[in-house]
């Protein structure tokens, strides 16, 4: 019977606990939810109806929140935009992920949305293997300035460029 020494144990040990966090991405953008899980990340497509910002003082809309299972978005009047979701890379090699949103209006839980605007990407992050990150990014849509009452709804989308990506 062969018997284990201090030094193969711990290099076994390491080993084990190497490949059961080898999917976790070693920075602070882990953010865990209740049970000790990942929180969601935004998935392509996801589509939300808008939620309105008043002003206190008049009383006037000031912008328009989004939220997506996995990610949050606002429009303001001025047409500045702000996405902020957690993207998963399923891959070891490495792609370039893109968070890009529009705009448009529909009916009540953005049905038969007719799309005002095309998509803007706000985010441009590598990532490799196989981790998840949050994506923070934004832009400008000049042509909602001043036009935000008719925005009822917002579609993101997720692409990737390189080697790395999903086919």
Known sequence: MAFINKKQLVLVLFLVSSISFADYPASNNLNMGAGNTFESTISKGATSASTKVMKISDKTLDKLEFKFSGASAWLNK???????????????????????IKFGAGKSGCDEVVWKTDYQYGTNVKQCNSSTLEHIGGGNFYELADNISTITCAKVDVRCFGNGCSK
């Open 78 to 100: 001025q047409g500045d935009w702000n996405i902020k979701g957690k993207v998963k890379h399923n891959r070891i090699r490495c792609g370039n992920y893109q968070l890009g």
